[in-house]
């Protein structure tokens, strides 16, 4: 209802083709919302085994857990399905629409933020604003870490503009979502 209050197009990704139908239904009333089911990497037509969590969906990632289960121990992976991975300036081109039609990217991809980044260098100069969860360690095996993240935010123009902590383990690390703001 915020994004509709504020009149912004905005387009959700889900790659869980369950997932994807809800998500469909509930944006059904809301004509500037569209859902897209894909996998967003840093490559098109990567097949990937996709992890899907026990928590709904919520958790679900290319990669296996790391130390997920340390913070959140009650989830685990319920299932693979395969999945092929596209960019997401391949997404915006596969259903027309025009990425500076956007001023935000929220992401949420559990750990391969990174990689999403990554493939998206072409149509990054379009948002003003991107939001990202990000983890200090190693929340699932081989994902990307905060600092990570942070370097390549600043190489491509971005500064920090807001930090939050949603989670936190002693001795293991910190959860947080981060928006970072592009420098003009």
């Not at 958790?59 to 289960?69: T, V």
């Not at 750990?111 to 360690?137: C, H, M, P, R, W």
Request: some cysteine; glycine content about 6%.
């Amino acid at each position: 209802e915020v994004y509709r209050d504020f009149g912004l197009n905005v387009i959700y990704i889900e790659p869980i083709p369950k997932v994807f139908q809800k998500l469909e239904k509930k944006l059904a009333d809301f004509p500037k919302m569209h859902a897209v089911q894909a996998l967003i990497t840093d490559v098109d037509g990567k097949e990937y085994q996709f992890n899907v969590a026990s928590n709904h969906g919520q958790s679900s990632s290319i990669f296996e857990l790391g130390q997920h289960e340390e913070v959140w121990p009650n989830i685990t992976f319920e299932k693979t399905i395969p999945l092929k991975s596209m960019t997401l300036p391949s997404m915006f081109e596969r259903v027309n629409f025009n990425p500076s039609d956007y001023q935000a990217l929220i992401m949420d991809t559990q750990g391969s933020e990174l990689l999403v980044l990554q493939g998206s260098i072409s149509i990054l100069k379009n948002f003003k604003y991107i939001k990202t969860e990000a983890a200090d360690f190693e929340i699932y095996q081989g994902c990307c870490q905060l600092y990570e993240i942070d370097a390549f935010m600043k190489t491509h123009g971005y500064r920090e503009f807001s930090r939050k902590k949603f989670a936190s383990k002693s001795g293991v690390g910190n959860c947080f979502d981060i928006v970072y703001e592009r420098e003009d």
